[in-house]
Each structure stands twice: as C-alpha cells, then as structure tokens.
C-alpha cells in the first residue's frame, strides 16, 4: 500500500450557527482546506462528504454532488458517507483506502451537521435514536443518552467509582475547550457547578453531556510521495481501523467494555507498528463524560475499571501522562456529528504540526482518535504521526 | 392491553447461545437454526437510568425509568421499570405486558415493563 499524508484542514466555529446552511459550511470547511493545502488549482480524485442527518434534518439528498458543484471541483468522485456519529471517521478510512490501493492520488474529506435549528422538544434526541435497535431498545424508550446513563450505573458498581471522578472529565475538557477558538463552548465549569446540574439520564447529569452544534471539518489528503509538493509539514495517517459490535447494547457480555474500540485500535496500532506506549495525545469521542473514560482503557492507556480515576488524578490532562482531548472534546469543542470524526483528526493535525497554540501538547509525534458511531457498535480509529 | 404476549429469546441449535428474537444467523457460530425460549419467573436488575429527557414519543412524561434485566434462564431484556423508589441492583422484578406510548403516528406501542 501506498502511504497516505494529510496536506490541509479547514474547520469552522462549531456552536449554533443561524446564518448558515448544511451546504455553506462544508463548503466554508472545505475551501479552507483546499486554500491550507495549497490544492487550489489541482483537480481532485475524489471527495467524500459526512453527514449522519442531511436528509432529516436538512431535508437535502445528493450532498456530496451538490459540494463538489458548489466548490468546483467536478468531475471529481463524491460520496456521502452516513455511519451515524462515526460518519467523519468512516469518510477518512474510505479516503485513506483509496489514496493506498492506488485508486486515487488527492482527495477531499469533509463532514457537517447542522442541527441546532432543530427547536421541537426532543426532535433532535429522537432522530438520534433512530440508530437504536427498534424492537430491544427504541420502543422502550431507549435513546443514547439513556444508554450512557445505564452505562455509568454498571461502570459505577463494578469498579466502585465516585460520579464526581466521571464529571471531572467535563471539567477539564471545559478547560482544554477555552483555548479552541472553533470550539462551541469557550468556558471554564468547576466541578460544584457540574455536579448541581440538573439530571438527563441519572446518574448522567447535563454537564456530563456533550451539546448538539452546526458545524463542519474537512482535510485534504494525498499521496505521501507527493505531499511536499504541496506542504511543508503533511501528516501521514498510518494506522486505520474499523469494527463493530452488537446492536442490542444488552447483548455485550459486559457493558463497560467497547470491544469494537479494543479490536479497531488494535488493526490502527498494528497498522502503524505502534504500541499505546507511543502514543502522544488521544482525541476521544465524549459524547457522554462515561465514554472519555472507558475509551482510556479500552484504547490501551489505563486498566479496566481506572479511565475515570486517571482524569481524576489528572493523568489525562495536556502535560499528564497520556493529554486526552485537548481540543475540548464533544463536550465543548461540540458535536455536529458528520465533523466530528473530522474535527478529531484536525486536532491531530495542528497538535503534530505544533500549530494549537495554548492547548498545545509539548512534543507531540503521535496520535491517535476514536469517533464513536451508534453506541460503540461501529468505531473507527486513525492513528497519525509526523512525517 | 394484554398479558398473553410472550417475552422470547433463541437459542442457538448448534452452540447453544441464547440471544434476542431478531437474528437471523447466530452472533457466536454463524449457524441460522433455532430453538425459541421463553423467558420465565422473576428477572433481576443489572442496571438502570432515570430519563429526563426522553425522545419525541415519550414526551407525555417528565420522566420514566429504563433498566436492563435478567431471568434466570440467562435471558436479558431492556425496559421501563416502574418502581420509582428504592431500586436496588439485583432486586427482583416482574415482567408486565403494558402500553408504554403512542408512536408518532398516534399508535399505541404495548411492550414489556418490569414492576
């Protein structure tokens, strides 16, 4: 296989964007890649555009074909890739896929949502849920955030750990968030504030959830054999992985383990020769503070039972042992959830670059993501270093 | 409203794994033959959350309980638990056929609930 780099990223604010459609912002994002890659006057092979729900919300179809019109870059190839909250994730793994086989020399990856125009009450929680399994989970009730509540409880038992330990991963992804100038919320919480707010899905209380927000990622890859013709610090991507898991969340043998996040960062690893030991800085997926916590330990930074513990003691801060999430996180960078799996890539990106200013991680090399698709049963994880 | 319908499980004929009606193959062994189960007695509470802000068509309520289950046989179910005080992990519940909503086309949805 061929090796593959990333030469440019665009990113635009995350947060409640009134102005703009699904459209404007992946093309916002988009431009800005192109023009960060030096790519304005190159045709593309290929694009492929994430959005979990352009039709739902955004009543559009056919987005990728409308961006690449917009921007122009026909007659270049364009997908839309839909794999829930993972769909950023997915569309990079497709992209990376096709620039190694040989197929494709530069391509396009960029991922939106815009949600937050979305006003009827549990509107957006429902169009959510429709990735629940139907029979099992969703007629009863069941929503995503109802699942991280169960989650917590059982994590919480098992391992006998204080809720104030989960929370404080909100704090101090809060804190990394008030040096992203993207991010959706640019405001510290102490931990008193966090744990007096009000329940959503008990134990899980609204600081402990990520907020729904517009908002678009996109980076430009390549051919790393021809990346500096282009840029003068591209970033490869040398381990992908992908995997899934039940549908039915209570058919796992044990709750608290995200066995597709073990098996898919296991083929990144693999992929790129490289241990947990390597690894500089980590962007997880903490749609809910739980999953910061148990993709820890499950991606291989700490024991079974200890994730939470870790952010506690501030093992998990930018300067600890392994930083996780200095970009904010979902939980204040936001969560438009087609950029996400972008947006976690683009971290990566400036943190290896030495481009993320106050929130940067000293000497990082390495990195590596997880972007968290239905409830942890389809997860993808790129794994990047500097070239 | 009814307490007739049954709550069933499959079991796989070749492995024995026991998993929820839906499958068409087996998750363990791939083998597509079955024995369907039904779940029987009292089931206890592995796990539980107090929902406060529910989807679309449970917005009737300020809240409800969800709770996953097992009875004995290894059986494990998903759904509302309507004791609202006092719920232990590994206390006893019984399952109950009851509407639990009306979709978002106005049907009435009856599933299991666990009192």
Redesign the interface.
Known sequence: MREVAIIGVGHTKFGRLNDKSLLDLLCEASLEAIEDSNTSNTDFDSVYVASMLAETLNHMTGVASALVDRIGLLPAAADHIKNGPASGGSAIKNAFYAIASGACELVLVSGAEKMTHIT????V??AV?TMT?H???R?????L??FA??????YM?KYNVPKEWITSIAVKNHRNGLNNPYAHFQKEITLKKAMES???????QLYDICPISDGAAAIVMCDANIAKKYCDSPILITGVGQATD?H????RED?TVLNALRICSKQAYDMAKKTPNDIDVFEAHDAFTILEAIQSEDIGFFKKGEGAKAAHEGLTEIGGKIPINPSGGLKARGHPLGATGVAQVIELVWQLRGEAGKRQVADADTGITCNFGGFGNNIVSILVERM | MNNKEKLEGIKCKKCFYL??I?HLRC?KCKNDTFDTVEAKGDCIL??????????????DKKY?I???VQFENGM?????IWPKENLI?GMKLKPIYEK??ND?DGNE?N?YVFK
């Open positions: 009827l009450p549990g509107g929680t429902s849920a399994h029979n099992a989970e007629i009863h009730g069941a929503s955030p109802s509540g169960l989650l917590t409880r059982s038992e009000p329940i959503i899905a008990d134990p899980l039940t039915i969340i209570y058919e709750l | 998993q929820h839906s998750l592995l796990t539980y959350t107090i929902l406060h802000a529910p989807p679309m068509e449970f917005r409800y969800l709770g996953v494990k179910a998903l759904g509302q992990i639990v909503c978002l949805v599933a």
